[in-house]
């Protein structure tokens, strides 16, 4: 999409089966990995860069938690600047931890809507998953998960 799609609002109506979006760049420094580690996974290999590279990481690594909560925010910032009416999140299924994240890699998303249906419990809204994978600069996976949201549908089209 074009940045004529800047600010544009993306209703339930407007998924499809096969769309593929991708999110801004995050880029992961050391100061942000120990920060959230020590608070929520303070391992080594996550709080302390002499004994992180002397790890079987070999270098400071963001932790599990962390790397979920990136995804997290960036998986709704859109590079083509269209904002998701997503209010709702149903549900997170197949999480897998693929490679670690190291401090000064760069992060990005590329979601694919992977299934599109009507709520049976909300009729103004629809359900969209999405398969999203996360990757580091090198285009190297390092993250992926199957998202579900709950979506507002179009209300000039109701």
């Known amino acids: 999409m074009s940045n004529k799609n800047k600010g544009k609002r993306l209703y339930f109506e407007d998924c499809n089966e096969g769309d ?3 999110t801004v760049k995050y880029p992961v420094t050391a100061e942000e990995i ?4 020590n608070k929520w996974d303070p391992q080594p290999w996550h709080i302390d860069e002499q004994q992180a590279k002397a790890s079987f990481f070999g270098g400071l690594t963001a932790c599990s938690a962390h790397i979920f909560s990136i995804f997290s925010i960036i998986s709704q910032q859109w590079e083509n600047g269209v904002v998701q009416q997503a209010f709702a999140g149903l549900g997170f299924d197949e999480m897998r931890m693929l490679k670690p994240v190291y401090a000064g890699d ?5 979601s694919v809507i992977s299934m599109v249906r009507e709520s049976k419990s909300q009729p103004d809204c629809g359900i969209v998953t999405y398969s999203t994978t996360l990757f580091n ?3 190297e996976a390092v993250f992926s998960i ?3 949201s709950l979506m507002k549908k179009n209300p000039d089209r109701n």
């Open 146 to 148: 199957k998202a579900s």
């Open 106 to 110: 760069t992060l990005q998303c590329e």
């Open 137 to 139: 600069q090198n285009s």
């Open 20 to 22: 593929r979006y991708l």
């Open 34 to 37: 120990i920060e959230f580690a």
